[in-house]
């Protein structure tokens, strides 16, 4: 199976499956004489990690990550970092039922058809486990992007609730089971979601990930677009259907003048955007405003109530999938797209400084005769 690997100067593959004895990545172009150990990577992994709340998966695995290779003596040698997690609580029994049934919304039958062999067993390399891995790379992510960027997530919507933007708390998201910034939201959707798991059924969910602090001039205007990279690697997540940048969807029913993020000087020779509709990237560059990127997530297909389907010898069933399973599987989605979003601007400022040199100064002109950031603010 080909397509394992993301990036490009920094580039992730990953290997494994979620019944399997292990997963694991391998995480080549990080410079050299990084400060890394496994504590860097660590809290990353527990606040994706299964079993934490009623809201999750049952399924206890402690996620503890193990460096193989290309860290000696707590520094990155620039050498390919292998990184594995060894998978303890697999029941594999509870997927016996369903070996030679479809699932509905899941990808069985699409593997089927491509590989013409599957593992059933949660669902194998399809299985959501395999963005353990993800989480880990973006650690070493952050690492290279350096404490001047911030990259955080939140759920926003869950089902058909959104949250109200008026109590929206970043502070707030560390709080409750939802990483959600509005508290009020968060009982409601534990009410919720508590009756939706009896229904034996489940929702979806929209996350938003903002990343604070990244400098201008990441990406590039026709085939490395900074937002379509994005774009690419959220929908990558499994069970995400659909993504937006900035205003997204909703810039279609703004009039120009208003959709446009006009602009002033400020004393300090600096640009000020006076708005951000744009999510932080103007034709496919970043402009050092905030990146704001947000994701649907399907609801989770792995349900107790019984849906139509097929076997594999072409007989019409009903379906019933058992075990353990998110009943919102964008909870865990959160740290997931944080992850994604850090390993694409790192590659994306690796790219930028082997072409250009590093980042501009956050918001300043180039100095030129008609264009000076000493001029006055109007």
């Known amino acids: 199976m080909s397509h394992n690997s993301f990036g490009h100067l920094f580039r992730v593959t990953t290997w494994g499956e979620s019944h399997g004895p292990a997963i694991g990545c391998v995480v080549d172009g990080v410079p050299p004489r990084i400060a890394l150990s496994e504590a860097d990577i660590q809290p990353f ?23 193989l290779s290309g860290v000696f003596e707590g520094m990155t040698t620039g050498t390919p970092i292998a990184l594995t997690i060894e998978n303890v609580d697999q029941r594999s029994k509870d997927y016996a039922n369903i070996a030679d049934q479809f699932r509905p919304g899941h990808a069985d039958i699409a593997y089927l058809w491509k590989y013409g062999i599957r593992d ?9 486990r395999e963005t353990a891995m993800r989480v880990a790379a973006g650690a070493i992510a952050r690492k290279i992007l350096g404490d001047g960027v911030t990259i955080r997530g939140a759920l926003v919507q869950m089902g058909p609730h959104p949250i109200d933007r008026a109590r929206f708390d970043w502070a707030e998201v560390e709080r409750n089971d939802f990483f959600c910034p509005d508290p009020v939201a968060a009982a409601h959707w534990a009410d919720e979601l508590d009756k939706v798991r009896r229904d034996g059924s489940s929702l979806g969910a929209v996350v938003e990930i903002e990343a ?25 997540i499994n069970a995400v259907k659909g993504v937006e940048i900035g205003d997204g969807f909703a810039a279609a029913s703004l009039r120009g ?4 993020d006009e602009m002033r000087m400020n004393q300090d020779g600096t640009v000020r955007f006076l708005a951000n509709h744009a999510g932080g990237v103007l034709g496919g560059i970043s402009t050092g ?4 990127v947000r994701f649907a997530v399907k609801p989770t297909s792995s349900i107790l109530t019984e849906v139509a389907s097929v076997d594999a010898v072409g007989a019409e069933i009903m379906v019933q999938t058992k075990g353990r399973h998110d009943p919102c599987v964008g909870i865990r989605a959160v740290p997931v797209g944080e992850a994604m979003m850090a390993c694409v601007l790192a590659d994306h400022l690796l790219r930028h400084r082997a072409q250009c040199g590093d980042p501009a100064p956050s918001g300043r002109l180039p100095v030129t005769p008609n264009c000076s950031p000493e001029r006055p603010a109007p």
């Open 45 to 67: 992994l527990d606040r994706r990690r299964p079993g934490q709340s009623r809201f999750t998966t049952q399924r206890r695995e402690p996620d503890t990550i193990k460096i």
């Open 289 to 292: 405003q905030p990146i704001v």
């Open 257 to 260: 003048e208003q959709n446009a």
């Open 212 to 236: 604070v602090g990244a400098p201008p001039g990441l990406g590039a205007p026709v085939y490395a677009k900074l937002d379509a990279d994005l774009a690419g690697a959220m929908m990558g």
């Open 120 to 128: 059933p067993r949660g669902g194998g390399r399809s299985s959501a």
